[in-house]
DNA sequence: AATTTCATGTAATTCGTTACATGATTCC
DNA sequence: GGAATCATGTAACGAATTACATGAAATT
């Protein structure tokens, strides 16, 4: 029963486990936290609240964000509602937490992983990305060997594309590769220099992410658009 | 009427216009042409298929692929079904060619369009790989706005995840400024050395892809399994 | 005052998969 | 003669989108 999308669900759970909000504004954090990868519309999200909450994994509160405080004390007017996870919903998401199927390694699922890597044990996190390189791996043999096989019969263009498509998964195995090296290095090296003082537990080095220069120069921007 | 996925309909046409096919093999062709990027299943394939031919775009044949000579001459056996392009087909895909809207550089269109470049001609080509590029340079705008908005909230993963996005985009786009800088210049080098005789039209350097190397070693594999 | 952004929702529709059903052909 | 692969389909289902409908709050 009630067997929804998984991707959704699960990065729901993960974005209220951290604070309470509600659907707009979830939303938004849906689609920039896990970026790049998925969208979610509101005809999607809302339908899905309703379910998570029939499940006793949410509970819908009138409208109580910080700056509602005035607003919410009004007469009856239509709230903002802002969805809590209970306790029973915490549970359920640290079974999905620590649960990995074969769904996981794909691109949508992993990304939805990843992105609440934060609050996954190592032991999870480094099957997780093991799991992914592999599933990469097996990407590439198969690419590779149609290469060899269909050779002659693609013209440049099309080969093109599938240099340069075995190229980005190429890249991800390295990015991979250099994730789990620093995931084990934070296993390995207990008492790091300067760890415990830090007010972000994951940040500094002990969770041990790669440096990497800032892609982003400090650009000014005004707004989204 | 008959509005369908676009991409499915385009890949297909595309396909057996290059040479009639039947279904089984079609699917396997766009499974590994558009690579990557896009998986059909027969679920989808056949009724597509169907429609196809409702609309007049391709007329079934009975199984007469060259290793079927004597299948085919058999008695009422089922044959395979091979699929060809029509003259209606054929235009129709003339026209989905060099048209482009807004879908166009989305990735999945994108991929499409790119498998099939060998067929479209130059200007559209410049059209198509421009158009993606500034799509993503959207996309890039975006993140780099949303990074510098939410920088602090975001715990070690999700920025890191976000970092790797936005490389891939970054990537992209630069493989895309190589593209067109060789459009460019096949267009002005007029005439190149031995153009016309080869048998493939779209080979040798007249197209104007950049030299690449070998991302296969020889690797004579089995099968992909 | 008008426009934009915030905010919540529903119904119809699109796109595509999974699981099933069937059978021929080829390989070992 | 049994397994794998080739080959064609259908029905039930799933996931998510679009378009619609509604209205409050903030900005200009």
Redesign the interface.
Known sequence: MSRRSGILEFAVLGLLRESPMHGYELRKRLN??L???RAFSYGTLYPCLKTLVANGWLIEEPGSAPEDALAASLAGRRAKIVYRLTAEGKEHFEELLSHTGPDTWEDEHF?AR?????QTEREVRMRVLEGRRSRLEE?L????????R?RER?????L????????????EVR?LNE?IESERAGRDQRRSPEAGAAQ?D??GDA?G?PR?RG??PP???E??K
Chains 1, 2 share one sequence.
């Open positions: 920039t936290s970026g790049v990868f990304a990843f992105a609440f890597f934060g990407r043999e198969k690419m590779r060997a149609s290469l060899t269909t693609l013209d440049d263009y099309t093109e594309l599938q240099r340069h498509g075995m190229e980005s998964v190429e890249r990015w994730l972000q994951t940040s969770g992410l990497h892609t982003t650009d000014p921007s707004d989204t």
